[in-house]
């Protein structure tokens, strides 16, 4: 009677922490690969990662989205940075039906693919939707800064 059951279940919080650490680390796979620039690169991405809660704070989601995918390239800390956003706030990929996470765009019958999309949902949804992917938007990447913060610290070891 007295057998303590470990749940299989992962909290939202862990499920968060779990995505913003697979998030971070490809980050710096991707942005690390130029020797030339090896660390400036990432520590952008770092900034980026830890500013953006205030951008978002100060202009709205939609805006801030806005100004990084207007200077986003794919490989630059900006890019990243928005595809991961849209990822975490249009995809389940990692999730049963079952989880407790789910994301406030789901990409059904659109085209989730579209490097857009997540924009056209901020445009095209109601005030409640916007309201979740602005907390969800804010509680990834807390978890993403002191993530980032982590590895940026590795990497000035290293050197």
């Excluded at 400036?40 to 704070?57: D, G, R």
């Excluded at 990929?93 to 901020?122: A, R, W």
């Amino acid at each position: 009677m007295n057998e303590i059951h470990q749940s299989i279940h992962k909290t939202l919080d862990q499920i968060r922490a779990a995505k913003a650490w697979e998030f971070v680390k490809n980050a710096k796979k991707r942005l690390t690969k130029n020797e030339k620039d090896k660390n400036e690169k990432f520590e952008k991405y770092v900034s980026l990662v830890k500013k953006f809660p205030a951008i978002i704070n100060n202009n709205g989601l939609g805006q801030a989205l806005a100004f990084i995918f207007s200077k986003a390239k794919k490989e630059n800390p900006e890019g990243i940075l928005f595809e991961q956003l849209q990822k975490w706030l249009t995809e389940n990929e990692n999730t049963p039906s079952e989880s407790l996470y789910h994301p406030p765009y789901p990409g059904k019958n659109k085209d989730i693919n579209s490097n857009d999309y997540l924009l056209q949902c901020i445009m095209n949804n109601n005030s409640m939707m916007y309201l979740q992917a602005t907390h969800e938007s804010m509680s990834i990447l807390d978890k993403m800064r002191n993530f980032a913060s982590g590895l940026s610290n590795d990497s000035n070891k290293e050197d």
